[in-house]
C-alpha cells in the first residue's frame, strides 16, 4: 500500500469573497505522480499552491482547513515557511530562470540555505543538472546567463534548481503548457525517472499528459474534487459522468 506523502483535509480557499476550494479532501501518495485536471478557474492550481503555502504570498487568501505533511499541519503558526519550501518545491508554467549564470541559478538554493563549500556546490550543480538531463547541454557553458537557453532548457533549469535544495515533493503547475512537443516528451521522460525518489504533483490540461505520466488522477470542478482514482480507472470506468464528459471532450 502507497504511503500517504501529503493529506489536504476540508481545504476551503479564498480569495477575498470569492471561494476557489471547497471542502477539498485529497492523499498525496510518496513516491507517485498525481495529476490535477480539471477546466480553467476550477482550483487546481489553488490547490496545488496550498500545499506548499505559495497562497501565502496572493493578498486577501484565506485558508480553512489543514495540509499534513508527514505528520504536521504547515498552516500551524509555527511552521517555518522557508525550510517547507525546501521540502516542497515548485516548477511554474512559464520557465523563470533568474536573470544570473546558469551555475549561479542552482547554486542559489544551495546557497541560501547555508552551503559555502564551492566543491560541494559544484557537485551539487552537476548532480542537478545531469538530474534534468540538461548537464551534457549546458555543463561548458555555466558561467553562460540562463536566458541565453531555449524553453524547454530553462524549464528543465528550473527543475535542476528546485532539485539543488534536496527536496521531497515536486509541484508542477502546468509545467509544459509553454513548450514544444519535443520539449514536453523530455519533461514527461524526467517526470518518470524522478517519481522513483520524489512525489510528484502536477497540474496539466493536457488530457494524454495526465494518461501518461500519472499513477493517480483528480479531476476539479468549480472548486470541488469530483472524482479521485487511480489514473487508468478515472480514464476508462470514472464514476461520475462529469468525469467521462470532461475526459472526452464534452466541456471544458
Known sequence: ?????????????????????????????????????????????SFLRSLNRMNDIIEGVRIEGQVIFDGANIYSPDTDVVALRKRIGMVFQRPNPFPMSIYDNIAYGPRIHGERNRARLDEIVERSLTQAALWDEVKDRLRSS???????????????????????????????????????????????????????VIVTHNMQQAARVSAWTALFLNGEVIEYDRTSKVFTNPRDKRTEDYITGRFG
Open 146 to 200: 540562463a536566458l541565453g537557453l531555449s524553453g524547454g532548457q530553462q524549464q528543465r533549469l528550473c527543475l535542476a534548481r528546485v532539485l539543488a535544495v534536496d527536496p521531497e515533493v515536486i509541484l508542477m503547475d502546468e509545467p509544459c503548457s509553454a513548450l514544444d512537443p519535443i520539449s514536453t516528451t523530455k519533461i514527461e521522460e524526467l517526470i518518470d525517472e524522478l517519481k522513483n525518489k520524489y512525489t510528484i
Open 1 to 45: 500500500m502507497e504511503k500517504v506523502k501529503i493529506r489536504a483535509e476540508h481545504l476551503n480557499l479564498y480569495y477575498g469573497n470569492f471561494q476557489a476550494l471547497k471542502d477539498v479532501t485529497l492523499d498525496i501518495r510518496e513516491n507517485t505522480v498525481t495529476a490535477l485536471i480539471g477546466p480553467s478557474g476550477c482550483g487546481k492550481s
